[in-house]
């Protein structure tokens, strides 16, 4: 640059010489972007790896499919009794003797959409919330399946399957000191069905059109009687979707109820609620009446639990390692960036729900044939594919619609005989044998048409499609994929103008959830062509009176559903949450979600 | 200067006509049903849902007609109801602005300070070293994306540091990395203009009588230089404004703070069109906003711009 002519030079102004001027001209490259980056370089934090615990789930309800949560499952989930679905370990390990104090923080992407009212309320991690302020009739033992008492001190069930009678604790009190009674039992169901509630998670749980009407016998006794049987509604009553609230406050806040309170019988009590930022509870320390599946009983430990809204996952696991917020759900990606910091422990919990598939369009060439769809399976390595960074290694190979962990004994070795190997060579063979010669291009072509797949999916889950890409083309296939937001995927899905789609839901209810995609007028059957037989075992699962019954009809359909090969059963998936170490005795529920009444701040 | 005065305020009226069209038609472009759009989000619904709330849209009426009813529900503050948490969107939105205020006044005002330092300092060293460092810091400033420099300054200073919290800290002490991620943009594009413009107005003649008469140069700066050099500047904090307003939707969204953009984009995920309109309308019409009064600062700047246009 020449000094202007015109100016008269600045006597306080510096000459500088050349090897000055890079000099300074690089010290002066420490700008405050440049500083940030120097300043988070250097030697990492420290040197131990993290304790990784594999924490409980069981099925349990909740979510829509898809990277996203948002829309509903429906019905009923594993019975009581022998034979429910059951995983190890319903709190992570603890050290020391527990102590009252302290408060804890969680970080959620988004603890409540909407609203903390449950009968209206569609959004998972919100009922997860609720259930600290709310209790529930019953609780689901994660390790064994049971379904315990908890306001409920037992129950009857009709032989016909049509009554359940619950005899309620009396010791239980809503925050508002009012009484919690059958009245109030039957108050919450009846606003949770009646006309002019929105429609919404718990009218389904409650049993949707299967549901009569709910009496109040006595101050302590109340009885829910259906018109049809409904052999999940027990467990989805440890749902804090189906908590039972203060009938006077719900009265007294009418449209605000949910927002500016929320009042229950729970071990916490509501104190505010933020949208999108944050809902802060605090101990009640009355509280005598916990879940017969708890560690303890009495108050819980936890002064204050607060629940914080850091939608972006780089700032919530930031977030968790700076020690701002004490425990957050983390993302596969994250595992590796917490390896080497001995702060912060991982937690791996089972997600209930289905499998996470690669579903395919029987409808539509080239996936109408059921060889081609065949082929598709052996060209998947599964193990591998769990192996790669967009699942760090987390999850289990898939074998049938529903997950092992959601199964009675964790057991689908009946299903095995359906599963179809890794086997590209034989890939190859059945597409040879079907007309699908390969070209020069390295893709197969059959009657001018190239073996081609447009995937349809939401753009988070690319990561977790590119690879299936990869797969493919070793075989002849190609994969076109197209992305969008939930309502283009969802769109796209309900018009079949899709070939394949990676699908899965959520949720503590396995004949709905296998009556949700392969029953022919289920909202999302759009893969299979209607096949009577598989109706008819999803309508002796989904209308049993026992839980026996409900899985040997689950298992019927899931093992035809299996031969006419929908797509491809990918990968069991996994909740990840990571924990302060000072963050002890954290309990899971079905659903996968914490239930922080045992834990304490060591 | 009334007179000028006026005369901006009667020529935002049309502007803020076209911003109430183009957010009304924000609907309509979505492709496909937007009423079954917000459904699906939501859970799903029966045909005579879908129905009612077509019907509680107004989506059912001619297009003209359901225009000229959206603006006279503006006009009177209604901007409808969000359909996640049935709250009056216009309470939301009030209820939302400060913390986003906040954070785009903290973003302007470094922005401000930054750009001013370093555009002076690069415009009275011209050709020297602190000129260099001026534009590496604009090239810098321009090129980095806010939402990128935003995860870089919590892993340096909340996570490497631990110098700042990210949540849950005292309100002062959570700002100063999202203003920053937010200003650092505009300061860089208020310094080249700082400079630019101080260039131009420092080889006035008289500057150059000023300094000949013995004035110092820090007098000559101040008194003489830079109120002349300012006008373009002001023109260009006040569209500022506007960006780093619009910018709240990724800082909010980085940082996990409470706002209008927060509200924005989880509205816009969830199908919450009334929101979304809403929220997109009230930060339009607050940068008209701003743009007038940055017109009427003019005015009162330079008493020349109200003599010649009043």
């Known amino acids: 640059m020449d000094p202007d002519p015109n100016v008269t030079p600045d006597p306080l102004a510096t000459s500088m010489s050349r090897r000055r001027l890079l000099r300074l001209a690089v010290g002066s490259s420490a700008m405050i972007p440049l500083a940030a980056l120097l300043a988070a370089c250097g030697g990492s934090s420290s040197p131990t790896t993290p304790t990784t615990s594999t924490g409980s789930t069981g099925a349990s309800t909740s979510t829509t499919s898809g990277s996203t949560g948002g829309a509903t499952t429906t019905s009923a989930a594993t019975p009581a009794g022998a034979g429910s679905a059951a995983t190890p370990a319903a709190t992570t390990a603890s050290s020391g003797t527990a102590k009252p104090g302290g408060t804890l923080t969680m970080a959620y992407a988004q603890s409540v959409a909407d609203t903390l009212n449950q009968h209206i309320s569609n959004f998972t991690v919100s009922r997860m919330v609720a259930r600290h302020v709310l209790d529930c009739l019953v609780s689901v033992d994660t390790t064994s399946g049971q379904v315990k008492p908890w306001l409920a001190s037992k129950w009857d069930i009709s032989a016909d399957g049509l009554q359940y009678t619950f005899t309620l604790r009396t010791e239980p009190k809503f925050h508002d000191g009012t009484a919690f009674n059958a009245a109030a039992v039957k108050a919450n169901f009846d606003y949770t069905v009646a006309p002019n509630t929105k429609r919404a998670w718990a009218y389904g749980a409650l049993g949707g059109d299967k549901y009569d009407h709910t009496e109040a016998v006595d101050d302590q006794t109340v009885r829910v009687v259906f018109k049809k049987p409904d052999v999940g509604f027990l467990s989805l009553l440890s749902d804090g979707g189906l908590g039972i609230d203060s009938p006077t406050a719900m009265q007294k806040l009418g449209d605000q109820y949910g927002q500016k309170g929320l009042v229950g019988t729970g071990a916490f009590k509501f104190v505010e609620m933020v949208l999108n930022d944050h809902v802060t509870l605090q101990r009640n320390p009355d509280y005598n009446w916990g879940p017969s599946t708890a560690k303890h009983q009495g108050a819980a430990y936890l002064d204050q639990l607060i629940f914080r809204d850091i939608t972006e996952n780089a700032t919530r696991a930031a977030a968790l390692q700076n020690g701002n917020v004490q425990m957050a759900r983390l993302v596969n990606s994250q595992v590796a960036q917490f390896k080497g910091v001995n702060t912060i422990r991982i937690i791996q919990i089972p997600k209930a729900g289905t499998t996470r598939m690669y579903l395919m369009n029987s409808a539509k060439s080239p996936s109408d044939d059921i060889n081609v769809r065949k082929a598709m399976n052996m060209a998947v390595d599964k193990k591998t594919l769990i192996g790669l960074p967009a699942w760090a290694g987390i999850g289990n190979p898939g074998i049938a619609p529903l997950p092992s962990n959601m199964v009675p004994n964790h057991d689908l070795s009946s299903l095995k005989q359906y599963d179809i190997a890794y086997d590209p060579t034989q890939a190859g063979q059945l597409l040879d044998q079907a007309g699908w010669k390969m070209g020069s291009d390295g893709i197969r072509t059959k009657n001018g048409a190239q073996l081609a797949f447009d995937f349809v999916c939401q753009t988070a889950d690319i990561p977790q499609v590119e690879p299936l890409g990869g797969m493919l083309s070793k075989v002849g296939a190609k994969l076109n994929i197209k992305s969008g937001d939930f309502n283009f995927w969802i769109n796209n899905t309900l018009k079949r103008t899709f070939d394949m789609t990676l699908m899965s839901d959520s949720g503590y209810n396995p004949s709905g959830l296998v009556e949700e995609f392969f029953y022919s007028k289920g909202p999302y059957a759009d893969y299979l062509t209607a096949n009577p037989e598989i109706d008819t075992a999803v309508e002796a699962a989904v209308n049993a009176p026992t839980t026996d019954e409900m899985w040997k009809n689950l298992f019927t359909a899931m093992g035809l559903i299996m031969q006419q090969v929908p797509g491809v059963m990918a990968w069991e998936d996994m909740y990840i949450d990571g924990a302060s170490t000072k963050v002890q005795d954290v309990g899971y529920n079905e659903d996968g979600f914490a239930f922080f009444y045992d834990t304490w701040l060591g | ?310």
């Open chain 2, 1 to 310: 200067m009334l007179r000028y005065a006026s005369k901006r305020i009667v020529l935002a009226i049309p502007v803020f006509l076209g911003v109430v069209l183009l957010t009304f038609l924000m609907l309509h472009l979505v492709p496909g049903d937007p009423v079954k759009a917000m459904f699906i989000q939501n859970g799903g619904a029966t045909q005579s849902e879908i129905d009612q709330l077509r019907h509680q849209l107004g989506l059912d009426k001619p297009l003209p007609v359901q225009f000229w009813d959206y603006l006279i529900n503006v006009l009177h503050g209604n901007l409808g109801t969000s359909i996640r948490t049935n709250e009056g969107v216009g309470a939301m939105l009030l209820h939302n602005f400060p913390p986003t205020l906040q954070l785009t006044l903290a973003g302007m005002g470094l922005a401000i300070v930054l750009g001013f330092g370093f555009g002076i300092l690069a415009a009275v060293n011209r050709g020297r070293w602190l000129d260099s460092v001026s534009l590496i810091f604009t090239l810098s400033g321009v090129s980095i994306p806010s939402f990128w420099l935003g995860l870089l300054l919590i892993y340096a200073f909340s996570v490497r540091l631990r110098w700042i919290p990210i949540v849950g800290g005292p309100g002062w002490e959570e700002l100063i990395l999202p203003a920053l991620a937010l200003g650092l943009q505009a300061s860089a594009i208020i310094a080249r203009l700082v400079r630019s413009s101080l260039l131009e107005v420092l080889s006035e003649q008289y500057v150059t009588t000023a300094r000949a008469k013995g004035v110092a140069n820090r007098h000559v700066l101040v008194r003489h230089a830079l109120r002349n050099a300012l006008l373009p500047v002001i023109t260009i904090i006040g569209l500022q404004f506007g960006g780093l307003l619009s910018g709240t939707v990724i800082i909010e969204t980085v940082f996990a703070r409470q706002g209008i953009g927060r509200i924005l984009v989880d509205a816009l995920q969830a199908r919450d069109f009334p929101t979304a309109q809403g929220a997109v309308l009230f930060i339009a019409v607050v940068y008209v906003f701003v743009n007038l009064l940055v017109d009427i600062l003019y005015g009162v700047i330079d008493p020349r711009i109200t003599a010649a246009t009043g």
